[in-house]
């Protein structure tokens, strides 16, 4: 008998992050414009003399996944900027389902716009679950390691996902992994053990020049086991959020939305010579 609770959990979330996505693209264009991000004339401050490129995750989109935090870093003073990526032909509303190679050929491309609009030398990227590991491809593939200071992971899929469990049944299923390469590649491509993932970790984690954080919450039940999210190299900060406040209960969906104690924790990354101790208490900040 299925693990019922083990799989209603993940695809529930999966369904939680995939609704966020259903906003029109024109009312989405619309919120990012009201609130201030995705300003081209923006221009960094000597204070944060670096754009902020925010990546979305699987399911979501360029509004949505940052309706919190994006606002969180501009009141903060940040150049924010956010995109869609992963659009797949014939499926309206969902991004981040593309072949994970071919969107961090978009990423390289939009980092490339944000640094000509702002006159800016180098961008930090922000991601969320799939958004935190497949600018590590353009880091490490595409040239990113001249373009990008830092990396900040929000849950990302950085050494692919059990999905709590959910994957290791798909030997059991002939024709179904085939079925997620041919009509949603990036899902493929963060199952563990892919041919994407293999070459992405092949001869390390991380590439020099480049500052790693990854941000983790033991209750992700997405990305699983959630220590697989963590890196490992020069350069590179793992932080369990329970560790930091032990009352924090965000999983996969929630640590990107609107967990303000993750957030805290990505102005630290972004600036390390002013950071300041994250604890509990910062979820009011």
């Known amino acids: 008998m299925l693990p019922w609770k083990r799989v209603l959990r993940p695809l529930t979330a999966l369904l939680l992050t995939a609704a966020a996505a259903l906003v029109p693209v024109t009312a989405q264009a619309a919120v990012a414009s009201s609130v201030g991000w995705n300003d081209y004339s923006c221009k960094p401050s000597a204070a944060h003399p670096r754009p902020v490129v925010l990546v979305h995750g699987t399911f979501a989109n360029s509004v949505d996944n940052w309706l919190a935090l994006a606002p969180y870093l501009e009141n903060r003073g940040y150049c924010v900027f956010s995109f869609d990526y992963g659009k797949l032909s014939g499926v309206p509303l969902f ?7 071919k969107s961090a050929e978009q ?9 000509a609009a702002t006159g800016a030398e180098k961008t930090d990227i922000v991601g969320h679950s799939q958004g935190g590991m497949m600018p590590r491809y353009y880091l ?13 992971g929000i849950a990302p899929s950085n050494h692919g996902t059990t999905l709590s469990g959910l994957t290791e049944l798909l030997p059991y299923f002939p024709g179904i992994a085939d079925l997620l390469t041919t009509n949603t590649p990036a899902l493929a491509d963060q199952v563990v053990g892919s041919a994407f993932l293999t070459r992405l970790n092949a001869g390390g984690d991380t590439v020099p020049g480049v500052r790693y954080t990854v941000l983790a919450s033991k209750y992700d039940e997405v ?14 900060r793992n932080v369990l959020l329970q560790d ?15 967990d303000r104690i993750a957030f805290h924790e990505v102005a630290n990354a972004l600036d390390p010579a002013h950071a300041e101790p994250t604890t509990c208490a910062s979820a009011f900040s």
């Open 95 to 101: 991004y981040g389902l593309a072949p994970i190679d």
């Open 107 to 115: 990423l390289k491309a939009y980092v490339d716009r944000v640094l």
């Open 244 to 258: 930091l406040c032990p009352v924090d209960l965000s999983e996969h969906v929630a640590i990107g939305l609107f």
């Open 223 to 236: 990305v699983t086991p959630y220590r697989s999210q963590f890196l490992s190299g020069s350069g590179v």
């Open 140 to 152: 490490k593939f595409l040239g990113g390691a001249a373009k990008v200071n830092a990396l900040v």
